[in-house]
């Protein structure tokens, strides 16, 4: 049994477990070693044999007791035949979707979204052949607002205010693209798990820019029903949600999306994370990555105070986002150790 179904389980842990997210990636220098072979990083997101090896890469060498599956949140609009490109130091670029009618939803085709992402189904399958059995295995996806997002603003932006305007001037059309996102997301997921996945996240990343009173409506309730429908086919796949930068709206997703473990970032103060939500889910988080640039002893402190306040609960050591590119390998291998010895 996977180390997350464990805690899911109520199962007591005789370490505190860690991965981190974007645990594969820039900081790496084999990471770079492939990229500077490969013509794209979409490249690297659909070739099996180079998305496998990115993905064990920190296994290798850090030992985490979780891989996560090397891909990215926008294969899905990509995989409706929305155009994407990843431009270096500017990030994602999509072909803006702009919801002026119903046509423009139209043209999103999910018939085929699986065959454009079997890439990442196989490299799945390849990695869980590679993989120890007492690690885990992560699918993900991003969540229906953080998609939406990204299609309607076409990269990334401060506030996403097209996309919040968006919600509000094209209600029906805004509403037509959630429900095809939340099918196709839950599809995704599914056969994630059905290529070899022990437990999938759901990224929504970009909670915290979505318009406090539409939170019930764009992230609650689409979030659930993904959560349903995964939950139909494959009852006992622990499920992962990251909502960031929900603040206190964090209590309103545990209690009402029905995820098993609850990502949390680091804005939340950790004795109210403790005190609200951790008896209602497995908790994952929430290290500062910026503490990963500091030396051993800030790391330490960190560690000790995360650890100390989660003591004996079910928790999962993580960052409150991703690994930044400009992170020391020592330093990463200096916290895990930290957080092994620990317990």
Sequence with gaps: MSFIKKLVTGEKLDK????????AGRYLPEYQEIKS????FLEMCYTPELASEITMQPIRRFDFDAAIIFSDIL??????????????????VLSKLSLDSMKDIDRLNADGFEKKLKPVYEAIKTVKQALNEKKD??????????LFAYMIEGA????????????????????VLIEKL????????????EAGATSVQIFDSWAGELSPYKYQEVIIEPTKRIVENVRSRYKDVPIIGFPRGSGFRYKDYVEQVGIDVLSVDQELPMNWIKENLSNKAVI??????????EGEKEISCHVKNIIK???????????????????PIKNVEYLVKTVREEM
């Design 16 to 23: 505190t477990p860690i991965w981190l997210m974007r645990q």
């Design 37 to 40: 072979k490969s013509k794209s």
């Design 75 to 92: 294969v899905i609009p990509h995989s409706l035949g929305m155009d994407l490109n990843f431009i270096e130091k500017t990030g994602p």
């Design 137 to 146: 295995l992560i699918g993900f996806v991003g969540a229906p607002w953080t």
């Design 156 to 175: 990334g932006s401060k506030n996403f205010e097209r996309a919040n305007i968006a919600l509000i001037e094209r209600k029906k059309e805004s509403k």
């Design 182 to 193: 939340v099918d196709v997301i839950s599809k995704h997921l599914i056969n994630q798990i």
């Design 284 to 293: 994952q988080g929430n290290l500062d990555p910026m503490i990963l640039l």
């Design 309 to 327: 306040t989660f003591e004996k609960g079910r928790f999962i050591f993580n960052l409150g986002r991703g690994v930044s590119q400009k992170t």
